[in-house]
C-alpha cells in the first residue's frame, strides 16, 4: 500500500470511502504556492485528492482484473550501465573498445556535461571493483589533457558569463536562453548569485505565469519533428547528458525505475502497451502519431465537452462508463460505434482512465520520477530547463500523445468563461492522472507536508500546460552540438593522428582568413520535381526561407500549377524547406531562418522544397 492509500484509507473503511468526502491532509495552504489564491484556487487543491479517491474507486475493477508488479530500482552500477548505454557512451566501459568511438560525441560535450559523465563513469567503477570484477580503464585515460575535447570546451565555457541572465524585452516578456547548455547555465548563475537573492524569479505570489518567448535566433526555431530520426536519436543522447549534469547541480536525485511484469488486459484499446497501439493503428492511418482512440475521444470532447461546467472535474457515472468502454472495445476499430447519444463528461473519465490503465506511465518509468522531482526546483526557468529536456528524453509514441492531450487541456482552458475550468483547476485535477501509476509507487512525503506536494505536483502540471510551445522545441546549443556530432562523425579519420588533424585544422583557419563570409550569394533550391528546373535564390544578410517560400509560390501561381482556390482565395499546399546533408540529416526549416547565415553554417548542404509529413500538418 503506498501513502496515498495509507492516507485516503485511514479512519474509513472501504465501504464507508464510497460515500464519504476523500481525506485530505491538514488544511495548511503553502506559503510558496497559494498564498494570495483566491477561493477557488484553494478548492482545486482538494479536487487533487478527490481525483485520487476517484482513481482508487474506479480502479478497483481493473485490479482484480490483472497485477501490476512493483517498480524496481535498477542494482548499484547498472543505473550507470543503462544511462552510458542511453547516452551512446556504452563503448567507455568495453575494454576492447578504442577511443576513437567516443572522441566524435565527447568532443561535442561542454565542460559541464563532461563531468556529469565522469561522475558516472566512477561510481560504474566503483561498483564494478566491490563486485571483483575485471576492472574498467582509469577514467582519467579518457578525459585526458590532450583529449579534443578540452580545447573545444574551453572555447565554449569562455565568454558566456554575460549571455546567461534573462532580459525582459520590450513587452515585459522574459526570453528564454538556449544557446547556452542548460547545465552550463545553472553553473554560471551557480557561482554568480545565490539562492535567495533570485526568489523573485520564481512564480508570482498571485499564481501568474510569466510570458516567455524563445531568445531569436537567426538559424530560425527548431521543433521537435522537424529533424530526422538518426539526428533526433542523437538530440536524445545529448539532452540526457545535459539534463543529468543540469540535475546534478541543481542537487535533483534522478532515480530510473523499471516495471515488474503485469498481466495485460485481454483488449483492443484499453490497458495496451502505447507503442503497440500506435503500431497497430497505422496498419489503419500510417501516418498517425497519436492512438486512434484518442483521438476520437479528443474530437468528441471539443465539440461538445468544452462549454460542458466542471469537464475533466466532474467524474461521471461509473456504470455508464463502464459501458462505454466495453462499447468502444467492441465496436470502435469496426466504425460501428455512434458519440451522438454520449455524455462529456463519461467520455473525460474515460479518457483519464485511459492515460491511467496504460501499463507504463506515460511519461515512462524511467523518467516519471524525474518529472516528479521538478517541482523540487525553485527557479522557473530551470524548472523548464528540465522538463524540456525530459520531452526530448520520451519515445515518440509518448512525446505524441503527451503534446495532443497538452493541447486539448489547453483548449478546455481558454474557455474558462463558460466551464469554469481554470488552469489551475485543470492541473489538479490531471496531475494525479499523469504524475502516479500503480507501477511506480511515489515517494512518501515528510509528515505535514502531503498538501504541499499536491500543490506543486499541480504546478509542474501547469507548466506543461502552459509552456507547451516552447518545452516541444530543439534548444540551439543541442542543434549546435548535433552539427558538430555529425561533422566529427565524417571526419574521424582526422583522430587517429594528431598531425593530420592539426594541418587540416590549420588548413581550414587560413581558408577562412582569406575567404571571409561573403554579404550575399545565389543558391540553388530543389523543388522535388513540382518545377521544370531547381530555383536560384539571391541570398543577403535579411533573406529568410519565408522570403524563398514566397517566391516558390509565385512560380507555382505563374505555372498554374499546385494552386487550390478556396471562396475566391489563393491557397498553397503545406510546403517547407529542408535543409538535407552536410553535417545534418533532414531538417525542417523555420520560416524565419536567415538563409546566408545557415548556409554558412552548413555550405555542404542542399536545401529541398518539399510537403510536410501528413502527421506534422496534423499537430
Excluded at 520520477?369 to 528524453?393: A, E, G, K
Excluded at 478546455?412 to 502516479?436: D, G, H, Q, Y
Aim: net charge neutral; aromatic share 6%; proline share 5%.
Amino acid at each position: 500500500m503506498t501513502w496515498l492509500d495509507s492516507e485516503l484509507k485511514s479512519d474509513t473503511s472501504s465501504s464507508e470511502m464510497s460515500q464519504a468526502p476523500c481525506t485530505k491532509p491538514p488544511d495548511r495552504l503553502s506559503t510558496d504556492c497559494l498564498r494570495s489564491q483566491d477561493s477557488l484556487d484553494r478548492l482545486s487543491v482538494d479536487d487533487f485528492w478527490q481525483e485520487v479517491q476517484n482513481i482508487q474507486q474506479s480502479g478497483s475493477d481493473s485490479e482484480q482484473e490483472g497485477s501490476v508488479g512493483d517498480a524496481k530500482q535498477p542494482e548499484e552500477g547498472e543505473q550507470e550501465k543503462e544511462w552510458l548505454q542511453d547516452a551512446g557512451l556504452s563503448t567507455l566501459i568495453s575494454e576492447d573498445s578504442e577511443d576513437v568511438d567516443n572522441v566524435g560525441l565527447l568532443s561535442t560535450l561542454t565542460r559541464t556535461q563532461a563531468a556529469a559523465v565522469q561522475r558516472r563513469l566512477d561510481t560504474y567503477t566503483c561498483s564494478v571493483r566491490k563486485k571483483n570484477k575485471q576492472p574498467v580503464r582509469d577514467v582519467r585515460d579518457i578525459f585526458r589533457a590532450d583529449n579534443p575535447k578540452k580545447a573545444l570546451m574551453e572555447t565554449k565555457d569562455s565568454g558566456r558569463d554575460s549571455q546567461t541572465r534573462s532580459p525582459l524585452d520590450s513587452c515585459g516578456r522574459e526570453f528564454f536562453i538556449t544557446d547556452v547548455a542548460y547545465s552550463d547555465q545553472a553553473a554560471i548563475l551557480q557561482k554568480q548569485t545565490k539562492l535567495q537573492s533570485r526568489n523573485s524569479r520564481r512564480r508570482k505570489d498571485d499564481g501568474t505565469l510569466p510570458k516567455l518567448i524563445s531568445a531569436q535566433c537567426r538559424l530560425g526555431v527548431t521543433r521537435i519533428g522537424d529533424l530526422s530520426a538518426q539526428d533526433m536519436k542523437k538530440v536524445r543522447q545529448l539532452a540526457l547528458i545535459d539534463m543529468t549534469a543540469l540535475c546534478d547541480i541543481l542537487e535533483v536525485e534522478l532515480k530510473r525505475h523499471k516495471l515488474g511484469k503485469r498481466k495485460l488486459h485481454e483488449s483492443c484499446l484499453f490497458g495496451v502497451p502505447l507503442a503497440t497501439l500506435v503500431e497497430n493503428d497505422q496498419k489503419i492511418k500510417p501516418t498517425t502519431t497519436v492512438p486512434l482512440i484518442l483521438q476520437a475521444m479528443f474530437s468528441f470532447l471539443e465539440k461538445k465537452g468544452l462549454d460542458s461546467e466542471g469537464i475533466l472535474r466532474v467524474p461521471g457515472s461509473q456504470s455508464r462508463i463502464k459501458n462505454l468502454q466495453q462499447k468502444l472495445e467492441t465496436n470502435f476499430y469496426p466504425g460501428l460505434f455512434s458519440w451522438e447519444e454520449v455524455n462529456p463528461n463519461d467520455v473525460a473519465a474515460l479518457l483519464k482512465k485511459f492515460i491511467r490503465e496504460l501499463p507504463a506511465p506515460l511519461l515512462t518509468p524511467e523518467h516519471l520520477h524525474t518529472f516528479n522531482t521538478v517541482q523540487d526546483i525553485q527557479d522557473l526557468q530551470q524548472r523548464l530547463h528540465v522538463l524540456n529536456l525530459l520531452v526530448l528524453l520520451l519515445p515518440e509514441p509518448n512525446r505524441s500523445t503527451l503534446k495532443a492531450l497538452l493541447e486539448y487541456l489547453e483548449k478546455v482552458v481558454s474557455r474558462e468563461n463558460k466551464n469554469r475550468m481554470s488552469l489551475w483547476n485543470v492541473s489538479t485535477i490531471m496531475a494525479p492522472n499523469l504524475f502516479m501509476h500503480k507501477g511506480v509507487p511515489p515517494s512518501k512525503p515528510a509528515e505535514g507536508d502531503e498538501k504541499e506536494q499536491a500543490e506543486r505536483a499541480a504546478d509542474v502540471m501547469r507548466l506543461l500546460i502552459q509552456y507547451q510551445d516552447l518545452l516541444w522545441t530543439i534548444p540551439n546549443f543541442l542543434m549546435v552540438q548535433v552539427r558538430k556530432l555529425n561533422e566529427n562523425s565524417s571526419r574521424r579519420y582526422q583522430f587517429y593522428d594528431r598531425r593530420i588533424k592539426n594541418l587540416l585544422r590549420k588548413m581550414q583557419s587560413e581558408k577562412t582568413e582569406k575567404n571571409p563570409p561573403e554579404p550575399y550569394r545565389t543558391v540553388k533550391i530543389q523543388a522535388a520535381h513540382l518545377l521544370s528546373d531547381s530555383m536560384e535564390v539571391r541570398l543577403d544578410t535579411e533573406s529568410r526561407a519565408g522570403d524563398a517560400l514566397a517566391q516558390f509560390h509565385m512560380n507555382l501561381r505563374s505555372m498554374g500549377n499546385s494552386v487550390v482556390k478556396r471562396n475566391g482565395s489563393t491557397a498553397y499546399p503545406d510546403y517547407a524547406i529542408y535543409e538535407v546533408g552536410g553535417n545534418i540529416g533532414e531538417h525542417c526549416l523555420d520560416p524565419n531562418t536567415h538563409l546566408l547565415d545557415l548556409y554558412n553554417n552548413n555550405p555542404s548542404g542542399e536545401w529541398i522544397i518539399k510537403l510536410r509529413p501528413a502527421s506534422d500538418r496534423l499537430l
